[in-house]
């Protein structure tokens, strides 16, 4: 077994292990799983199970509490979506039965579909949360109950569990799966550590057990689920936190902010095959990136956080059916998704730390495919330069020595660099509106005031001269505001006018335009 384990890549421990399983037949034979479930793999193409399926399912088939990493693309959501769904077996409307927390809507929706599949013949209705509104008549204490699985994000359903009135009962849950696991012990607004443990508590019922899965791990959250979950079972496949080997890997120099459209537009013009998929560090970007393209004739879209459920979901749908054939997107859409076929990735922005790196790399090259990726790097991109370029190398790409000699950063350092830098405009054809550089003044004050209240660093005049900008630049904001409308009203009467003037030139048209109204 050790040499299995060796050949396929599994670092396994904890008490007890079972074999991996090398074959679909297994399930059947050795774990009594219904051949119908089995069969659904088969359906989608698989031929054998993917080193992380391998291990997983024997584990939690025995019901075994785990922590799992394998690369990205690996099959994961298969490893712990076949367990989960055999072991409820079938319908009993008493609830949810099973819980999946999924860091975006996005991955969600993507985990909702692919376990609907596998669901299809067993009579197990599977939801994600739509509408908070519709949660307590669909899933609450007077509902049928009759609904098995949940898959969902943490947002939503921390603050359907935090309502004053039961809104969905969780008491039931036998499996609880958190995917992206690492996102836990994640600093700052994506992490969200303190939003699981308030499910935790809601899951109370003595049968729960929980998995983790993600592409990367950090020690905190190794450390984290040796203390929380009994008879921990612990799967590495690969190397820990290294970039998948079906990526091709290649950085690109492009001076400084400016160049980066130039070296873009250069490998749109050399060909490449699209889809391919472009990161940029924030959402200004996103939509400055997106106008220069659509005006290079490209069909392209650009996806992040404000845009409306409804556009992201026709935008993701259009990237799948190929009508889109470059998609910009901000970090939203670094964990987790599966496009099919993704040939190229682009990181237009440095990625803020290895980790995002290789989840942002990990949307290509999947399920054994081959792919490639483009990482644009700056003169000011120099300090992360090195972490990057021992990943890109670890992983089999080729990367210059003095890259990789580059000093190591103190971890200081790093928390700093990895704070958003302001990359400024992606070309001077895309300067903000006036409406919008006030708009981006003011969060950035703003922001600032808050950095300067929660570290208590700094004199208070400094708040004070922050706090007099601030209030400079809404009263701005007013003024800017107030123009617009009167701008708008200006070109509203001038509009009038001009259409009296017409009407009365021509006395008749008009005489018959009022007799038929
Ligand atoms: N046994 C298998 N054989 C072939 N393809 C598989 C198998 N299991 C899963 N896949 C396919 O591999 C692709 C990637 O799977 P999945 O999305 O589960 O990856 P992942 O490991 O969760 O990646 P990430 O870390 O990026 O979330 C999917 O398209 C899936 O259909």
Redesign the pocket.
Known sequence: MKQLRSKHNINASGTDMPDPITDFSQLVTEYKVHERLVSK?LQ?G?????PI?MQIWPLMLRGREILAS?P???????AFLLPMIHQLKSPRALGFRALVVSPTRELAEQTYRECSVLCEDTGLKVHLIDKVDKVISKFGPGSSQKFDILITTPNRLVFILMAEETMINLSNIEWLIVD?CDRLFEGGKRGFKGQLSTIYMACSGLKVKRALFS?TQSQNLHNWCRDNLSDLAHVNVGPRNTASQDVEQELVFCGDESGKIHALRNIFRKGYEPPCLVFVQTKERARQLFYELMHDGVMVDAIHADRTQKQRETCVQAFRAKKIWVLICTELMS??I?F?GVNLVINYDFPPSKVSYI?RI?RTG??QQKGKAVTFWTLQDQRLLQSISQTISKSGSSVPEWMKQLRRLAPEEKRVKQQKRDRGFVSEGAKFTKHEQEKRKKHQLSKKLTQLRLTGEGSSEKSEMLKAKLYKVIDNQKKTQENEIKQLDRKDERKKRKREKKDAKNPKKNFKKKKTE
């Open positions: 793999l989608q698989y031929t054998e199970p993917t399926q394998a990205t693309g690996s099959g994961k959501t298969a992206e592409a964990r987790g599966d099919k989840h990990g999947r399920a």
